[in-house]
Nanobody
Framework: VQLQASGGGLVQPGGSLRLSCAASGFTVDDYNIVWFRQAPGKEREGVSCIGSGNEGILYADSVKGRFTISRDNAKNTVHLQMNSLKSEDTAVYYC???????????????????WGQGTLVTVSS
């Protein structure tokens, strides 16, 4: 099982970025895929989760209305479209999954056992 996060970079406030989480060793449609982020000096925060199949989507209050998570089954990849970016969105973003058993969508980091390497998003003018 591997997860490869990409798409981070430097963007101005109000701008957009799309992060990608490419999976191998399992099918993204069969398991929850979640995005977390960790800013310097802060705790890791769950950002968004897309549940397996049609189990639903979760967003942190801090990103609702600005971020959209989606799944591309043909490419076995999950995307996080981030619009109207703010300086407080600056962080390393990680994708993660749990393939041990079925579980409802969750933003709790302790529910996930496989993690990608992270991609840095910097929002600054």
């Amino acid at each position: 099982v591997q997860l490869q996060a990409s798409g981070g970079g430097l963007v101005q406030p109000g701008g957009s970025l799309r992060l990608s989480c490419a999976a191998s060793g399992f099918t993204v449609d069969d398991y929850n895929i979640v995005w977390f982020r960790q800013a310097p000096g802060k705790e890791r925060e769950g950002v968004s989760c897309i549940g397996s199949g049609n189990e639903g989507i979760l967003y942190a209050d801090s990103v609702k209305g600005r971020f959209t998570i989606s799944r591309d089954n043909a490419k076995n990849t999950v995307h996080l479209q981030m619009n109207s970016l703010k300086s407080e969105d600056t962080a390393v973003y990680y994708c993660a999954t749990n393939i041990a058993a079925w579980a409802p969508p969750s933003l709790d980091e302790y529910d996930y056992d496989y993690w990608g390497q992270g991609t840095l998003v910097t929002v600054s003018s």
